[in-house]
C-alpha cells in the first residue's frame, strides 16, 4: 500500500537554527513529490515538485531534494515567519490522487 | 491570477442535514480533487474529478458525493450530517492531474464544516 512518512512530527527552532525535515515514501510508479505549507486554518501552499532521484529545488531559505525512498526539506537560518505545518505529499500513476504525510509542524522562536 | 475559491468559508450545521460545498478552480486547470483535514487524520483523499468525470474516489462512506461542471467548477455535497463530519474540506485543482509535469495541486482557504 502506497504510504508516506513524515518525521519529527513536531519541531522547535531557534532562529537562525538550521535543520532538516525527512518525508520517506513507499509508492509504486512515482510521478511526482510535492512540498506544502501551511499555516493554522488556511489551505496548503504549494511550495516544491520533484520528479527525480537527484533532483533538487531551492527557494528562498527553504531547499527540497529527492532520493529513490525520501525527500527532505532543509531550512537554512529559519526566521519566525517560517513557522508553519510542513506537508509532503506523492503523486503516483494511475491513481489520480495526492497522498499526504501528516505533516511536521516547525515552530522557529525569536 | 486569481486562485482556487471555496465558498462558502465556514458552516455550522446540525446533525442529519446536508451540506453542499462549492469549489472554483484555477482558471485553465480541469482537475479538481477534494480532501478532509482533521487533526487525527490528516489530510485524507475524498475525490477528483476531471473533465466531469470522476477519476478515483477514496474510503469515505456513500454520504459523501461530489460533481464537476462543463466550466470545471466543483461541488461536494454530504448527506445525513453525524459529528465525526466537523472538519476542514480542502479542494484542490490542479492543470492535468496525472503523470508528467503539471501535476502541482494548488489549494483553496477551505471550508470549516462544524457540525453540533
Known amino acids: 500500500e502506497d504510504q508516506v512518512t513524515q518525521s519529527p512530527e513536531a519541531l522547535r527552532l531557534q532562529e537562525g537554527e538550521s535543520s532538516s525535515l525527512n518525508c520517506s515514501y513507499t509508492v509504486s510508479g512515482l510521478r511526482g513529490l510535492f512540498w506544502y505549507r501551511q499555516d493554522p486554518g488556511k489551505g496548503p501552499e504549494f511550495l516544491f515538485t520533484l520528479y527525480s532521484a537527484g533532483e533538487e529545488k531551492e527557494k528562498e531559505r527553504l531547499k527540497a531534494t529527492l532520493t529513490k525512498k525520501e525527500s527532505f526539506l532543509h531550512i537554512t537560518a529559519p526566521k519566525p515567519e517560517d513557522s508553519a505545518t510542513y506537508l509532503c505529499?506523492?503523486?503516483?500513476?494511475?491513481?489520480?490522487?495526492?497522498?499526504f504525510g501528516t505533516g511536521t509542524r516547525l515552530k522557529v522562536l525569536a | 491570477k486569481a486562485g482556487v475559491t471555496q465558498t462558502p468559508r465556514y458552516l455550522i450545521k446540525t446533525r442529519g442535514q446536508q451540506v453542499t460545498l462549492s469549489c472554483s478552480p484555477i482558471s485553465g486547470h480541469r482537475s479538481v480533487s477534494w480532501y478532509q483535514q482533521t487533526p487525527g487524520q490528516g489530510l485524507q483523499f475524498l475525490f477528483e474529478y476531471f473533465s466531469e468525470t470522476q477519476r478515483n474516489k477514496g474510503n469515505f462512506p456513500g454520504r459523501f458525493s461530489g460533481r464537476q461542471f462543463s466550466n470545471s467548477r466543483s461541488e461536494m455535497n454530504v448527506s445525513t450530517l453525524e459529528l465525526g463530519d466537523s472538519a476542514l474540506y480542502l479542494c484542490a485543482s490542479s492543470l492535468e492531474g496525472w503523470a508528467g509535469e503539471n501535476t502541482e495541486a494548488f489549494f483553496g482557504q477551505g471550508t470549516r464544516l462544524t457540525v453540533v
Open positions: 505529499a506523492v503523486y503516483t500513476s494511475g491513481t489520480y490522487k495526492y497522498i
